[in-house]
């Protein structure tokens, strides 16, 4: 292929599966009544797409490239998961205007907040008022699965989650969890399992109103 055939680059942000403005209803994004999941920065999209292939909730996923919201679209769309829906945005903010409250059964917050340096503060997608929106949304009895390789976020989630009012560890043992209980890996989870390296899970339940 000679320099003039090269194909242009495409541009993702123009084609990304995106939302309009204003309020959101989250229980209409996907066809169907089962409980909703919300799959926040799905990167590669494993987890959203593992998780739509055993058709027991509809899935919801937000991520903030522009390329994998749209990949990640193509490939649910190709395989005919109904029962998901990839969307690009930033997960703060489009939840932020997310409704009805109490709607969603459960989160997946599968490795966020990999930036070290203290002016990437602002990126952090887990923080206290990320977890007042999610307490918002899902319903009392619904659950949030967070999890992360580095340890010391893993301290600070746990840290934010005990301090929290509307989220309580789901059995007397605290918030971490030992494996996986959904069976749906990340990239970033699988990946991890093949280099034999540490990951930190918490799981934790909606309670209050
Ligand atoms: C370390 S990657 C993990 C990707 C995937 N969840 C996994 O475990 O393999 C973090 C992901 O979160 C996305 N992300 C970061 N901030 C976000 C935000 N505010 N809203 C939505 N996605 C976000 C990034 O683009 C990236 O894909």
Redesign the pocket.
Known sequence: MTAAETPPPIRYEAIAPSLPDGPIDLTTLVPGDGPIEL??????G??LIDRARQRVSRVIG????AK?SFKVEERRAREELHNARAIR??????LGRAGPDGCVRRAFV?????WWKKRHAK?M?VSESFLDTLARLIGPGGELYVQTDVEERAAEYEALLTDHPGFAPPGGDGFRVATNPFDAL????ARAAEDGLPVYRLLARRVGH
């Open positions: 799959d926040v920065g799905f990167g590669r494993r987890s937000i991520e903030i490239k994998w945005g930033d997960a703060r903010e489009l599968h490795f966020p907040d990999p990126r997608v990340s990239n970033r989870e």
